[in-house]
């Protein structure tokens, strides 16, 4: 009986160290900054546990979104109150769009994430050629220039 009573008291105070252990991780996670990436499937295999280790990294992929799809999406993400968000998205959108109407519906996607979380820096990843119809990586590369050289209020590279 003694030996019963020593081994669960031993169990008990593993568990308690297990917790204890647990509470500090999620603490240190809670003094991290927090970064939500949301895209689409082009970047699908992004393991954000790999991207930082000074950042709670958070992804969320969204197969064939389009621009003005993450509208939507990204608003739930923003709840979670992120200090960094960085999306990738468009490459679905240049099919059909021509990269002056890519620009305008990234511009309000900002003004969505903006509105939704003002303090957020945001970090636009540039559109990703597709090896499937080579004949849209130029309106890409157009689409690419001028998010490159515009400056978003509350837009960041520091990532």
Known sequence: MFNENNSNGNRGDRDRNRNQQANSD???AQNKEKVVIARDSMTKFIKPNKLSKKHHVQSYSFAGVKVEDMNDFVKPLLRGRPDKVIVHVGTYNVKDDNPKRVKVKISELVDTITNEQPNAKIVFSSII???DDRSLNGSM????????????PGSCIDT
């Open 141 to 152: 590369d157009q689409v690419n220039r001028p998010v490159e050289s515009t400056s978003f």
């Open 26 to 28: 999620g603490n240190a």
């Open 129 to 131: 050629h597709r090896n």
